[in-house]
């Protein structure tokens, strides 16, 4: 056997891709991301835990040719996206004895978007067990984290449980145990805050699960296996509590610098009252790195050129980034310059109706900022101020 053994005959034979470098087209992967799959074998069963994204299909196949695989009984999928089913027809065909063991709702999708044949398939309930000699397989379901199909397959002996996308990391590893490290943290931080967020209540409800099981390691299908889950668990407490942090998040894009001086000044005047401030160009900026300052920021004021009498649609996409990420935001707020007229904040507005926050008084100008438009800023800051000490964070 050439993988890699987890625990008592559970292998990884997953693929790291370093060089990948967007995930869903949408956030940057400065580290890459990884694929995870693991075997396990039974004394009677043989299993394969997910499977792997398309482009990586023979390279995965071939892992498992070299590792001597020749027959495969059951393959659990956890979710049905398609960096872990995408290889199935191909599996399918190597492996022609297999059955997909899955839910109802993942089968449905794996069936559109994969065309795959209904005696394939075997469907569990939640709850189920089924044996595989001297394991048994439970699944859980744990819908919305971050499909409606998403489950948990816990093997009963080893304390194991596979979680597919939950808790996961863009987090590429050679020792397949998990280095508790700064780098490792953000890349499960990138990870939540772009795939997670949105179902934060989920996401909560599950920690306490698992929390209240009894589980020796947790493994996810991005990143290494946690060996200590309470690693990643109380990570996941902190980012999904209700609670904010003393922070404001700026993201902004300013055309002629008139912008930005307003941004600079406010960064300046709420670092002075013991506020953490994270301005954010967004033209340059790695969108990924804006969605990690979303997760626990209380406040974010927006900051945006007017172009055509709309605000700059790097504004607009910032915004409705923010919107569909939902996070726990509090209160937002506007700031921005213009030159001849237009409508600033309607469009952002627009698209952050999913956020339940307060809108604190926007301040809009014409041209470069004169004193009374400063007098505006500080009623802003002292606001904002006087908001983040009421829910006693300063
Ligand atoms: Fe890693 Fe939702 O796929």
Redesign the pocket.
């Known amino acids: 056997m050439t993988l890699k053994e987890v625990k008592n005959n559970i292998f990884f034979c997953g693929l790291n891709h370093r060089e990948r470098r967007m995930f869903d087209e949408l956030i940057p992967l400065p580290m890459g991301t990884t694929?995870n799959s693991y075997l396990i074998k039974g004394s009677e069963k043989t299993v394969l835990v997910d499977t792997m994204y398309p482009p990586k299909a023979d390279e995965y196949l071939q892992k498992l040719e070299n590792a001597g695989i020749e027959n495969i009984d059951y393959i659990v999928c956890n979710?049905g996206?398609?960096?872990?089913t995408g290889a199935l027809p191909k599996v399918v065909k190597k492996y022609p004895n297999a059955k997909i063991l899955t839910n109802p709702k993942c089968k449905e999708i794996i069936q559109e978007m994969l065309h795959i044949e209904d005696d394939k398939f075997q469907v569990v309930a939640d709850g189920e067990e089924i044996s595989l000699g001297d394991k048994t397989l439970k699944f859980i379901f744990a819908p919305w984290v971050?499909?409606p199909d998403?489950m948990f397959t816990y093997v009963k002996e080893d304390k194991i449980i596979f979680t597919?996308?939950f808790l996961?990391s863009h987090s590429p590893f050679e020792n397949i145990f998990a280095v508790e490290s700064e780098a490792l943290l953000l890349g499960a931080k990138r990870y939540y805050a772009e795939?997670m967020m949105p179902f934060r209540n989920f996401c909560k409800k599950y920690v306490q699960k698992l929390k209240e099981m009894d589980i020796d390691m947790i493994l996810t299908?991005?990143g290494p296996v946690y060996n200590n889950p309470q690693y990643i668990l109380k990570a996941y407490e902190k980012w999904t509590a209700d609670e904010a942090a003393n922070e404001v998040v700026i993201p902004y894009v300013s055309m002629y610098e008139s912008t930005k001086e307003m941004v600079d000044y406010i960064c300046e005047k709420l670092s002075d009252k013991g506020i953490v401030v994270k301005p954010f160009d967004v033209v340059n900026e790695d969108l990924g790195e804006l969605a990690m300052e979303l997760v626990e920021a209380c406040t974010v004021v927006f900051g945006a050129s007017m172009v055509l009498a709309g605000p700059h649609p790097a504004a607009v996409t910032a915004a409705y980034l923010t919107g569909l990420l939902r996070p726990k935001t509090k209160y937002i707020s506007f700031i921005g310059s213009y030159g001849w007229g237009g409508v600033l904040t309607a469009k952002l507005e627009e698209s952050l109706t999913n956020i339940k926050a307060e809108k604190l008084e926007p301040v809009i100008i014409k041209g470069k900022a004169r004193k009374e438009d400063f007098e505006k800023l500080d009623v802003l800051v002292e606001t904002i101020y006087e908001k983040h000490k009421s829910l006693g964070l300063v």
Do not use: F, N, V
């Not at 996206?81 to 872990?84: K, L, R, S, T, V």
């Open positions: 694929y979710h996206e398609q960096d872990h971050h499909w998403t597919c996308d996961g795939i299908s991005h």
